[in-house]
């Protein structure tokens, strides 16, 4: 498995950006497909984006398409949630996760991820 830290929380205003990282170690995050999920208080933790392990393909949740974009860094083992015009909707604990070998169809489900971080708070105001 490998291990996941997340950093970059943190309160914004509405319509504000924050970016996300989430450092990997223990071993190649070129190995992982890598995914963003997120959780509200009283909610279930749901998708927000995916990248797989080649980087060449990119999956959103159609409520943060074309404002948040996803990308990976391995040669410095991370890999960034950057979230512009961020929402009060968009409030939640960000956690980060790995999944072995994953196919680019299934990244969407919480399932089939090995590894989580414990996340990251995003507070967008209004």
């Known amino acids: 498995q490998v291990q996941l830290v997340e950093s970059g929380g943190g309160l914004v205003e509405s319509g504000g950006s924050l970016r996300l990282s989430c450092a990997a170690s223990?071993?190649?995050?070129?190995?992982?497909?890598l995914g963003w999920f997120r959780q509200a208080p009283g909610k279930e933790r749901e998708f927000v984006a995916a990248?797989?392990?080649?980087?060449?393909?990119?999956i959103y949740a159609d409520s943060v398409k074309g404002r948040f974009t996803i990308s990976r860094d391995d040669a410095k083992n991370t890999v960034y949630l950057q979230m512009n015009n961020l929402k009060p909707e968009d409030t939640a604990v960000y956690y980060c996760?790995?999944?072995?070998?994953?196919?680019?169809?299934?990244?969407?489900?919480?399932?089939?991820?090995?590894?989580w971080g414990q996340g990251t708070q995003v507070t967008v105001s209004s």
């Open positions: 223990g071993r190649a995050s070129g190995d992982y497909a």
């Open positions: 990248i797989t392990s080649s980087g060449v393909r990119t």
């Open positions: 996760a790995a999944g072995m070998g994953a196919p680019a169809r299934t990244l969407t489900r919480v399932s089939i991820y090995d590894s």
